[in-house]
């Protein structure tokens, strides 16, 4: 088994090391979509207007200081929460590779939740795509979710860039493996 630390293809400064099986190769690397961001980041601004809105109304009560204060913490506390959510949305990550494929999902900072299933006891794979609206490239998002043989339980990869794009090139793979182990 070798381990993998920021493949060349795919290399970026927070890409942790994982293990990967002999001869293994990864071919596609998938993130959350980028559209959905955008509403979640929406919905931050939203909760924290009415924070800085009762900041600015109590201006009269404060000092020039601490009214400062009130801001930069106000500031802080902002970016804090945002690049929390931003971590957490950007590392998940769902890996292709010639063999299998691996869903690693971010819970906590610190928690990680890896699941994977051999590219052979692949079932079924389901999508759910949000409307007519799916056609357009910037909202070709949704839900991904793969049944395997051996499990019980299943891959879930939500908010899936082009996930009708993915299952078919889950089952080219499928294919080509059937194929190999064939000949």
């Given at each position: 088994m070798?381990i993998?630390?920021?493949p060349v293809?795919y290399?970026?400064?927070?890409y942790f ?11 596609k690397?998938?993130r ?9 980041s929406?919905?931050?601004?939203a ?12 201006k009269?009560?404060?000092?020039p200081?601490?009214?400062?204060w009130f801001?930069?913490g106000?500031f802080?506390?902002?970016c804090?929460?945002f690049?929390y959510i ?7 990550r769902?890996?292709?590779t ?7 999902d ?16 692949i079932?079924?794979i389901t999508t759910k795509?949000?409307?007519?609206f799916s056609r357009?490239?910037?909202l070709?998002y949704?839900?991904?979710?793969i049944?395997t043989?051996a499990s019980?339980?299943?891959i ?12 078919h090139y889950?089952?080219e ?11």
């Amino acid at each position: 088994m070798k381990i993998l630390c920021a493949p060349v293809k795919y290399s970026h400064p927070l890409y942790f090391c994982m293990k990967l099986r002999d001869n293994e190769k990864i071919l596609k690397v998938y993130r959350h979509h980028y559209t959905p961001f955008i509403w979640i980041s929406l919905k931050i601004i939203a909760c924290f207007v009415p924070l800085y809105l009762f900041i600015y109304v109590s201006k009269s009560f404060l000092s020039p200081m601490n009214y400062f204060w009130f801001n930069v913490g106000f500031f802080i506390l902002f970016c804090l929460v945002f690049l929390y959510i931003a971590f957490m949305y950007w590392m998940d990550r769902f890996m292709i590779t010639d063999q299998r494929v691996i869903f690693s999902d971010y819970k906590f900072i610190t928690v990680r939740q890896e699941s994977q299933a051999s590219i052979k006891d692949i079932q079924d794979i389901t999508t759910k795509e949000n409307g007519v609206f799916s056609r357009l490239r910037w909202l070709d998002y949704g839900l991904l979710r793969i049944e395997t043989a051996a499990s019980v339980s299943s891959i879930i990869f939500d908010n899936a860039p082009d996930p009708e794009g993915i299952r078919h090139y889950i089952f080219e793979i499928r294919k080509s493996y059937k194929d190999k182990k064939n000949d």
